[in-house]
């Protein structure tokens, strides 16, 4: 029996390797770098993603007379993204990142390796990608020329402006490249492109479960596919797991301070540097809401703390944050406050996690609020979103 068993296992082995083997096909990239400076003496090619499709995981070449010459195989049938540097650490920080496919491509770098076009019938994918990314092209030539500017290394206001609109431009990256995919799944360079961005931690676990399931059929059963298959089941593993741990430690950092019991006093100085205290606000309806400039889940709750202020504060309603914002950043505090257009009580120590009033109210997390009654009674707690907009309406009913 286990001779049989041995036998049949060899037999499938076989035919794996003959269709690893069928999927192998060649490449070669001709390369010439005119008007340089300093011309490399020798380039190193490596997987941008790494997904184990060249044959070769590294491989270099020598630069003689202005070119160089790469051959190998990719050990499936599709485009990859490849980098040529100068140094194989750094990667296209001192070179270039290029889609390349079977056949012939031909890359000619004028004046620095990243200034280049490929040509040849293994380009095609390339092509594809510019395509691609033409849309942001354009934004991404006008950053790079003002970050170059004698102008941006003196002023502050467009270094922020300059990292405002990269931080959009990666945005509006991604929703191409995912736009581009969902439109032509079938092109070169989309299972590659899924590859890339499924590996991203910008898309959306539907986005990301969207591009899989256009993945062809015929790609599913090579490297790249399995690669692309494995990625995201791993991934989903991850996100499972990470989710569970962040609920199981939201409810270990969740304030013991119970519902029914009175509120601590706070007494803290406001931006001005003026004492400001809770029990000023003593017969309103009082949100102690500790925050602070430098936490993301804070600030995209904000704006729904304006909408119930702005609705109920003629009510008898009011805020009071408590930011654990430090010296370091007390400016970024003080600009969150009018970016966010946070119009009520703001207090502070400056002093991050060893704020009194934190420690007072078993803070351990943030986001997270108290809601105080006319008494001083704690009758909620980490009201957020919609549970905010409903304990606020059965309050004033």
Same mark, same amino acid.
């Given at each position: ?28 990239i001709d390369g010439k770098l005119i008007n340089m400076a300093q011309t490399p003496k ?48 750094? %990667? *296209?920080?001192?070179? @270039?990142?290029?889609?390349?496919? #079977?056949?012939? $491509?031909?890359?000619? &770098?004028?004046? =620095? ?8 019938? %293994? *380009?095609?994918?390339? @092509?594809?990608?510019?395509?691609? #990314?033409?849309? $942001?092209?354009?934004? &991404?030539?006008? =950053? ?19 990292? #405002? ?8 990256? =991604? ?223």
């Amino acid at each position: 029996m286990k001779t049989i068993f041995f036998s049949i296992y060899t037999f499938l082995l076989c035919l794996t390797c003959i269709q690893v083997k069928a999927q192998t096909v060649a490449f070669q990239i001709d390369g010439k770098l005119i008007n340089m400076a300093q011309t490399p003496k020798k380039l190193y090619l490596t997987e941008v993603v790494n997904a184990g499709v060249l044959s070769k995981a590294l491989d270099s070449a020598d630069v003689n007379n202005g070119e160089y010459h790469f051959k190998g195989a990719l050990t499936a049938d599709e485009a990859i993204g490849v980098s040529i540097a100068t140094n194989v650490k750094t %990667g *296209a920080s001192n070179g @270039i990142n290029v889609i390349i496919d #079977k056949g012939q $491509t031909t890359i000619v &770098s004028d004046g =620095i390796l990243s200034n280049f076009k490929a040509t040849g019938n %293994g *380009a095609g994918a390339q @092509i594809q990608f510019e395509l691609m #990314k033409k849309g $942001t092209k354009e934004e &991404s030539e006008a =950053i790079k020329k003002i970050a170059g500017s004698d102008e941006y290394k003196t002023d502050k206001e467009l270094q922020a402006e300059v990292q #405002k609109r990269s931080m959009s431009l990666v945005g509006k990256t =991604i929703f191409d490249m995912y736009n581009y995919v969902k439109s032509n799944p079938t092109a070169r360079i989309s299972p590659y492109t899924t590859l890339f961005l499924i590996k991203l931690p910008f898309l959306s676990p539907s986005g990301k479960d969207t591009l899989v399931q256009l993945l062809p059929q015929k790609v599913r059963n090579d490297k790249l596919g399995l690669a692309i298959l494995d990625t995201h089941e791993r991934n989903k593993a991850i996100q499972d797991s990470s989710s569970k741990a962040t609920i199981a430690n939201e409810l270990a950092n969740m304030s013991k301070i119970s519902i029914g019991s009175k509120a601590q006093e706070i007494k803290q100085n406001n931006p001005d540097g003026k004492a400001e205290t809770l029990s000023s606000l003593k017969g309103k309806y009082v949100l102690v809401d500790f925050w602070a400039s430098w936490c993301a889940p804070c600030r995209a709750e904000n704006p729904n703390v304006v909408k119930a202020f702005k609705k109920y504060k003629d009510r008898g309603f009011t805020v009071m944050g408590v930011s654990l914002d430090g010296q370091s950043t007390k400016a970024a505090w003080i600009k969150a406050i009018a970016n966010d257009g946070l119009a009520w009580t703001q207090v502070s120590e400056l002093n991050g996690w060893k704020n009194s009033a934190a420690a007072s109210y078993d803070v351990k997390s943030i986001p997270q609020n108290f809601l105080i009654d006319p008494n001083g009674v704690v009758i909620g707690k980490n009201l957020r979103g919609e549970d905010l907009n409903q304990k606020l309406a059965q309050v004033f009913k």
